[in-house]
């Protein structure tokens, strides 16, 4: 069994930045695949981006690449999303997930309970 805490969200202005965590239980953290959803009021859950069990495999959709940067701290049980140049689109409960298997992407069994971004215009 794993699980998730996210910590690190709240409002910010657009162009702002900030930085959220996810704090993972359980002994085989460190051979799942990790990644953030987030899901906007009104819409459906988003994928956003994923990272490999290793860390040398990384997904993002269009609308973030070039602002956020997802990262992995195996030895602290930690993957973090860096989020720059924020816009008021990206608001969202962003959700962290960790999958099914060990050393495979996909199938995201696993949730955190969510952290709200906001950004203002």
């Known amino acids: 069994q794993v699980q998730l805490v996210e910590s690190g969200g709240g409002l910010v202005q657009a162009g702002g930045s900030l930085r959220l965590s996810c704090a993972a239980s359980?002994?085989?953290?460190?051979?799942?695949?990790m990644a953030w959803f987030r899901q906007a009021p009104g819409k459906e859950r988003e994928f956003v981006t994923a990272?490999?069990?290793?860390?040398?495999?990384?997904y993002y959709i269009d609308s973030v690449k070039g602002r956020f940067t997802i990262s992995r701290d195996n030895a602290k049980n930690t993957v973090y999303l860096q989020m720059n140049s924020l816009k008021p689109e990206d608001t969202a409960v962003y959700y962290c997930a960790a999958s099914r298997l060990t050393y495979a992407m996909g199938m995201y069994d696993y949730w955190g309970q969510g952290t709200q971004v906001t950004v203002s215009s």
């Open positions: 359980g002994r085989t953290f460190s051979s799942r695949a």
């Open positions: 990272i490999s069990w290793n860390g040398d495999n990384i």
